[in-house]
């Protein structure tokens, strides 16, 4: 079968996700709507070549011609197929089974918003962003944690994109937009407007950013000539590669259909409260939050996964306090600012998965 053609009962899905800010939202909505054909390009499964042939150092990437942000745009009149085809995946389980997950995605729709009859279009937008890391300090030792992209708020945030979108987008003063991220299926709409392509391991990568992209999507009145409606298509690289099959710590992305088990996903319990599964090694656990173990080795990622940034450090004192899950308000107040609104510094209730995660990646 052709990619191009395939039908939404030809599709495999997965997700990360949690709750709480804005960038995990984010993150979630796009995992949502993973919609993958089972059959592509040079056949199902098959051994990847990538890692498994002699291995060649990695091209780098001037930083400067990673595109901040892509966009691309479709009329509201496409929410009624962009439904269908997301409950046809909700119908057949190909968005997991695991009830945490559901209910964190059961809100999102393709559904004009009450508050906004008159919207004419959508404008999806991928922002590029880096992993950071901070030094979490204890003992005299600097303990360099990786916070991955998803999980810090960047400059390329909704507020100065929504503005983006006013002035250099729609150029049309009094135009009226809503940023509508934390309600759509995202990752659905950047592959059906052409801003992405669905990889093997269930991501959306954009082309100049890979997988290290952000998705947000704006509503506007403004009435756009454009509609970018695309076949939904696989990432080339995928088709001779299955490094993160082989990467993925808990073996939970398919070899043979292009879908990954949500309810496995090491992402999907260390952003969300509670133990980890039994079946979680120690030493599978490598980030603040989430899990790049899918991404860094991809092909499709090489010169943009290598690059990364610095947080803050937490100081010593910072660190025992976070260890010890005692957290007073000055903690949270300084964490938010170093570590930049990450999620569990927002609120006490939310401070036992910093404590948990920190806790498996430095074992005292
Ligand atoms: S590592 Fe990247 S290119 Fe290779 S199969 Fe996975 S998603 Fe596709
Ligand atoms: S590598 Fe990590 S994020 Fe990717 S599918 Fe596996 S557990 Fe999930």
């Known amino acids: 079968m052709n990619p191009k053609d ?12 949690s709750r709480s800010t804005r960038r995990e939202w984010l993150q979630r909505t796009m995992a949502a709507a993973a919609f993958l054909p089972q059959v592509f390009p040079g056949g199902p499964g098959g051994w990847g070549g990538r890692g498994r042939g002699p291995m060649r150092p990695r091209r780098t990437v001037d930083p400067s011609k990673i595109p901040a942000y892509k966009y691309r745009i479709l009329p509201v009149g496409r929410f009624a197929e962009l439904q269908k085809e997301y409950d046809a995946a909700k119908n057949n389980a190909q968005l997991g089974r695991q009830k945490m997950y559901l209910d964190q995605i059961a809100s999102l729709n393709f559904k004009v918003p009450a508050d906004f009859p008159s919207a004419k279009s959508v404008v999806v937008v991928a922002a590029y962003s880096k992993n950071m890391y901070s030094n979490f300090k204890l003992e005299g030792t600097a303990h360099r944690i990786l916070i991955p992209f998803q999980y810090y708020t960047d400059d390329y945030n ?38 992405g392509r669905y990889a093997r391991n269930s991501l959306v990568f954009v082309d100049g950013m890979g997988s290290y992209n952000v998705l947000y999507a704006f509503l506007t009145d403004h009435p756009f000539t454009e509609d970018h409606w695309t076949n939904l298509e696989i990432l080339e690289e995928c088709n001779h590669c299955h490094a993160c099959v082989r990467t993925c710590p808990t073996r939970c992305i398919n070899r ?12 999907l319990y260390n952003e969300n409260p509670g133990e980890f599964p039994n079946y979680f090694l120690g030493s599978m656990h490598h ?5 790049m173990q899918c991404k860094a080795p991809c092909p499709a990622n090489e010169g943009i996964a290598e ?9 010593e004192e910072e660190t025992r306090k976070i260890l010890q899950g005692a957290p007073d308000d000055a903690l949270l107040k300084s964490l938010q600012r170093k570590l930049r609104q990450f999620r569990p510094t927002a609120s006490r209730e939310q401070f036992p998965i910093l404590k948990r995660n920190l806790s498996v990646l430095i074992r005292t």
């Open 6 to 17: 395939f039908k939404p009962n030809d599709l495999d899905s997965v997700a990360t996700g």
């Open 158 to 195: 909704s507020d100065r994109l929504k503005a983006i979108v006013q002035k250099e987008i729609i150029k049309t003063p009094g135009r009226r937009v809503m940023d509508i991220s934390s309600q759509i299926p995202l990752k659905l709409l950047a592959a059906r407007s052409g801003l």
């Open 256 to 267: 043979w259909n292009y879908s990954t088990n949500i309810d496995k996903c090491l992402t």
């Open 287 to 291: 980030a603040l939050m989430g899990c």
């Open 307 to 315: 690059l990364s940034g610095n947080l803050e450090d937490v100081s």
